[in-house]
C-alpha cells in the first residue's frame, strides 16, 4: 500500500524517468549535438570564428528544441511541432487546460510538491557531481595533456559539456511531462519500466 501510495505521489517523475528510459538514444544524441556545440564554442578544440560561434548556437538551441518537441509530441517531434502550432493559432483551448491544470494542481498537490523536491534533489546531484567531476578530478588535465582538449581552454569545456548530456535534457523532459501529466497528456510509463525498490 505504502509502495502505490509513493508511486501515486512520484507520478509526473516516474512518468519522467520512464520517458528517459524508453528513449536515452534519442535524448543522449541530441544532448551530444549540444554538449560537443558548446565545446567547440568555448574554444576546447581552437578559437572559432563569430560566424562558427552563432552558427553553432543556433545548432544547441535547435537540438534543445527538438528534446522539447520530442516529448511535447510523446516521442515524436512532428507531433510536438503540431501542438505547438494548435496552440499558437488558437486550436487548443488553453483556456479549459489551464483551468484543468489548475483544479489538479490543488487536487494533486502532493503529487506536484513531491515529484518537483525529487526534481531538484537529482538535479541538485547531477551539478555536484559535474563540478567535482571538472574541478576535482584530473580528467580536464588529462584531456588537455593527451591533446583531446587545447591548452587554452577552461573547465568550463567540460563543465557545460556534461550538463548538455545529463542536466540540461532532464530537465527539458521533466519540465515539459509536468506539462503534460497537468493536461492530463502525460506519457504513462509502460508495466514495470521503472521501479522504486
Excluded at 62 to 85: E, H, M, P, T, Y
Excluded at 98 to 122: C, D, E, Q
Excluded at 145 to 172: A, D, H, M, Q, Y
Aim: proline fraction near 2%; hydrophobic fraction near 50%.
Amino acid at each position: 500500500m505504502k509502495s502505490a501510495a509513493l508511486k501515486s505521489n512520484l507520478e509526473p517523475m516516474i512518468a519522467s524517468l520512464s520517458f528517459m528510459k524508453r528513449h536515452w538514444i534519442v535524448l543522449v544524441s541530441l544532448g551530444l549535438i549540444a554538449a560537443l556545440g558548446r565545446v567547440i564554442q568555448l574554444g576546447g578544440f581552437g578559437e572559432v570564428s563569430r560566424l562558427t560561434h552563432t552558427l553553432l548556437e543556433i545548432v544547441v538551441e535547435a537540438s534543445r528544441v527538438a528534446i522539447l518537441l520530442f516529448v511535447l509530441g510523446v516521442a515524436n517531434v512532428r507531433k510536438g511541432l503540431q501542438q505547438v502550432v494548435r496552440l499558437v493559432t488558437g486550436k487548443i483551448q488553453f483556456r479549459s487546460y489551464s483551468g484543468h491544470a489548475w483544479s489538479k494542481m490543488k487536487s494533486r498537490w502532493s503529487a506536484l510538491t513531491f515529484s518537483l523536491v525529487l526534481f531538484g534533489l537529482i538535479a541538485w546531484g547531477l551539478n555536484l557531481l559535474i563540478n567535482q567531476l571538472a574541478y576535482e578530478t584530473c580528467l580536464y588535465l588529462t584531456l588537455k595533456r593527451e591533446g583531446i582538449l587545447v591548452g587554452t581552454s577552461s573547465e568550463w569545456t567540460i563543465l557545460l559539456f556534461f550538463k548538455n548530456l545529463s542536466v540540461i535534457p532532464f530537465t527539458l523532459v521533466f519540465e515539459t511531462v509536468l506539462v503534460l501529466w497537468l493536461a492530463n497528456k502525460a506519457p504513462l510509463p509502460e508495466k514495470h519500466s521503472v521501479s522504486l525498490h
